[in-house]
């Protein structure tokens, strides 16, 4: 039996269901019995639910894409048929937003100097358990209100945002074999890591690399990804 996880970006992955072997941007990542990783493409999680049997299959979980340019998918967050209830949905969403901004701050960003020793035991708990106790779940929500009125780079929207544009470049600096390139974009890596945003001329540079990095790699293209620019 396997459990539902999360949602979000994949390097080399390849869907575990269908016979593609296409690689994938982002898949639903599911845990086996021996707890090893398995996943699948949002698209196949669908289509061949009668392959899998997952126990929490039409769970609502965290969704770490949510950055990306182009969030329109009807896949997003996982088939949701079955929740009996706008306030059970909307009450499960809520929970999921505050696992996500817990996991982009204290694990996905950790080298952009997100990560908030407050945080620390709620993330350990929630890696040990897989849940949050009411007390502590208001405590994220509190703070999520704060950040976006008082540390607007710290809200739930810049981090999501800051992941996409960041995991991508990550992907693009292992993907090219140009060195020229590769130095380039580390550069702005770093740059973006210690400022948490690049400059207009830094980001024209960078989408342009993409396109011809694009070029040269057969699958696993690097999508459109905004950045933090100022």
């Known amino acids: 039996m396997l459990t539902k996880l999360k949602i979000d970006f994949c390097n080399d992955e390849i869907c575990a269901i269908c016979e593609s072997h296409r690689k994938l941007k982002e898949a639903v990542f599911l845990k086996d019995e021996n707890h090893q990783i398995v996943t699948v493409s949002k698209h196949c999680y669908i289509k061949y639910k009668h392959k899998i049997s997952v126990a929490n299959y039409n769970a609502i979980v965290p969704d770490l894409t949510k950055g990306k340019i182009n969030s329109s998918d009807k896949s997003n967050n996982n088939t949701r048929e079955n929740v009996k209830s706008n306030e059970t949905e909307n009450g499960l969403y809520k929970k999921n937003r505050l696992i996500e901004y817990l996991i982009l701050r204290q694990e996905k960003l950790v080298d952009f100097g997100t990560a908030y020793n407050k945080l620390d035991n709620l993330y350990e ?101 905004e950045f933090i620019i100022k």
């Not at 981090?159 to 140009?178: C, D, R, V």
């Open 125 to 225: 708990n929630y890696m040990k358990y897989g849940f949050l106790n009411n007390e502590q779940y208001r405590y994220l929500d509190n703070l999520i209100k704060y950040t976006e009125s008082n540390k607007a780079e710290y809200s739930h929207t810049k981090l999501q945002k800051l992941y996409a544009s960041s995991f991508w470049l990550k992907h693009a600096i292992e993907k090219t074999e140009n060195l020229e390139r590769k130095s380039f974009l580390s550069g702005i890596l770093r740059y973006y890591q210690e400022k948490g945003y690049i400059t207009i001329k830094q980001n024209n540079h960078v989408l342009e690399t993409f396109e011809r990095i694009n070029l040269k790699i057969k699958s696993n293209k690097i999508p459109t990804v």
